[in-house]
């Protein structure tokens, strides 16, 4: 407060100008003239010492100020940069994680195409062998029911040739049968009639 400091020196001042010019002008200072001029330097000395304290208090307090704002200032300042620390630490983090991030999209997509690559082969050879017994199995099967039904169509044949041939010979088969019953002995031979009119 330099301005305050400089009032009061200026208020000193012109006490003295005001006590020294009361002498020149011959004001007796036991007078009432001069006891009064004395009590208004009194009065204005009084006026300066407490100005002059409220200027020393005042800047006692705004240095204190001043000293409290400087390291308010200065911890603000080391937080900040603590904090500009953080962020630049947060972002290599960041930037780190994104790496890894991308280099496990990577790997993960390596690990699917070798999977592929790997496995898609054997799985449609796998495939291809199944296919393949199936298809054996089916034509096996089919080869059993077509010899099945040939063998089953050639017995039917052969049964069916052989009940008409039955039905055909039928007089002819009996005639053993009669022979044995009407045999005609002829000598040492024995002979039988053929025809059948000759039928018991």
């Known amino acids: 407060m330099a301005s305050v400091t400089d009032e009061v020196a200026a208020l000193r001042e012109s006490v003295v100008r005001l006590i020294e010019g009361a002498r020149r002008d011959g004001i007796e200072p036991d007078g009432p003239l001069g006891r009064w001029l004395a009590a208004q330097a009194g009065a204005l000395e009084s006026l300066a010492f407490v100005l002059q304290s409220q ?61 592929v690559n790997d496995t898609l082969p054997l799985f449609a050879q796998h495939m291809k062998e199944a296919l393949v017994i199936r298809e054996r199995r089916w034509n096996q099967d089919k080869g059993r029911q077509r010899m099945a039904l040939a063998g089953a169509m050639t ?46």
């Open 55 to 115: 200027a020393d208090r005042a800047d006692a307090l705004l240095s204190g100020i001043d000293v409290a704002a400087k390291a308010e200032l200065a911890k603000a300042a080391a937080t900040l940069e603590q904090g500009k620390k953080a962020i630049a630490q947060g972002e290599v983090v960041l930037a780190q994680a994104r790496a890894a991030q991308y280099h496990l999209h990577l790997s993960e997509q390596t690990l699917v195409s070798r999977l």
């Open 155 to 200: 017995l039917a044949v052969f049964l069916s040739g052989f009940v008409i041939r039955t039905a055909v010979d039928w007089d002819r088969l009996g005639l053993a049968e009669r022979c044995a019953a009407h045999p005609i002995s002829e000598g040492t031979r024995v002979v039988c009639e053929i025809s059948p009119s000759a039928a018991p």
